[in-house]
């Protein structure tokens, strides 16, 4: 039963095809971060505002003690890991193709 959900799957991914699985979901993670930050670099996200929207929603004046560049990062970290619920079924559905065409898989 447990290989009918994502957590099974990644298990099984993680066990059968190892640092191949790893290297695969870290190119996707970096990928994905790349694409956040840059976001945020070229204004698409304004990350002033949203650190604003924490101040309001907290009632901290973060937003005035961050530096532009640490705050973009972490950011872009926070965005990241947002993403994780979208990325890991895609890393799961992907692994088995991209390992097998890059020559990388279990020889069974």
């Not at 640092?19 to 970096?30: D, E, H, L, R």
């Not at 971060?33 to 650190?51: H, K, N």
Request: charge should be neutral.
């Amino acid at each position: 039963g447990e290989l009918y959900t994502f957590r099974g799957k990644y298990k099984a991914l993680a066990r059968d095809y190892g640092f191949p699985f790893m290297g695969w979901y870290w190119c996707c993670w970096s990928a994905s971060f790349g694409l956040c930050y840059s976001s945020i670099q070229l204004g698409l996200i304004d990350a002033a505002s949203i650190l604003n929207k924490v101040d309001e929603f907290t009632g901290y004046n973060i937003g005035a003690h961050v530096d532009p560049t640490l705050g973009a990062i972490g950011l872009a970290l926070v965005l990241n890991e947002v993403l994780e619920p979208i990325r890991l079924p895609i890393v799961v559905v992907t692994t088995k193709p991209v390992v097998h065409w890059l020559g990388l898989g279990p020889k069974y």
